[in-house]
């Protein structure tokens, strides 16, 4: 058998902060996950996406500790368009979440934007620009 990718799993100090982000972004997470220790969200094309609460891993990961600095997850969320990649850039940072670099034209063809979720992992939006 050949391993397959099926999960990407963040560690969060803090499960309810974390949650609220990504459901802004569209995830369907319910609300009484908020409690859980361990979240799971069926993401498209069958991969999961998973949040443990800080406390659940060092339940038998004693004096586990989360990485600092920036570089330790990014993740990307395609929009429907340019105007989408600007109107969820502004949603979010008007909610108080830290913007990294506003929407801009990328060279390599894409509008473009960074934010940061509540643990300061690096969540990027694109879409690609029309043609022409």
Known sequence: MTPRFDLVSLVTPDLPASLA????????????ADGQPHVE???????????????TIRSFQPGYDLPQGPGRVSLAFACDGPAEVDKVYG???????????????A?????????HDPDGNAVDLFAALPAG
């Not at 982000?21 to 009484?32: E, H, K, N």
């Not at 969200?41 to 406390?55: N, T």
């Not at 949603?91 to 034209?105: F, I, S």
């Not at 063809?109 to 934010?115: D, K, P, T």
């Open 21 to 32: 982000f990504y459901r802004r972004l569209g995830l369907d997470i319910p609300a009484d």
């Open 41 to 55: 969200a069926a993401l498209p094309g069958g991969v999961r996406m998973a949040w443990d609460a800080l406390e």
């Open 91 to 105: 949603e979010l940072v008007g909610a108080g979440y830290a913007g990294e670099k506003a929407p801009w034209d």
């Open 107 to 115: 060279p390599w063809g894409m509008r473009y934007a960074i934010v």
